[in-house]
């Protein structure tokens, strides 16, 4: 295990060492498990990024279909009327 001097801003220092008291874990502790966390999270979207990039690319309309319009895209009432096909028929 390596040591790792680090400085804090007052406040962010003050409310460490009440996190960690709460979880009753030294400020080190609670420090190394945020890192922890912070890397587990970074591989896995990491991981997920390869695994969707490594994927073959597919079309998201089927052939003779055409994309839509941007002013279709962003058109409000036909956003709401997918959000909500009950509340606009038709």
Do not use: C
């Not at 979207?45 to 839509?68: C, I, Q």
């Not at 009327?81 to 606009?88: E, I, K, W, Y």
């Amino acid at each position: 295990m390596s040591n790792v001097t680090i400085s804090l801003e007052e406040r962010v220092a003050r409310w460490a060492r009440v996190a960690a008291a709460r979880q009753n874990i030294s400020l080190s502790r609670l420090v190394s498990r945020l890192l922890e966390e912070q890397m587990r999270l970074d591989e896995e979207y990491e991981t997920a990024k390869h695994r969707f990039l490594s994927r073959p690319a597919r079309l998201s309309k089927a052939p003779g279909d055409r994309y839509p319009t941007r002013e279709e895209i962003y058109d409000d009432a036909l956003l709401r009327r997918h959000q909500r096909p009950d509340l606009f028929p038709g």
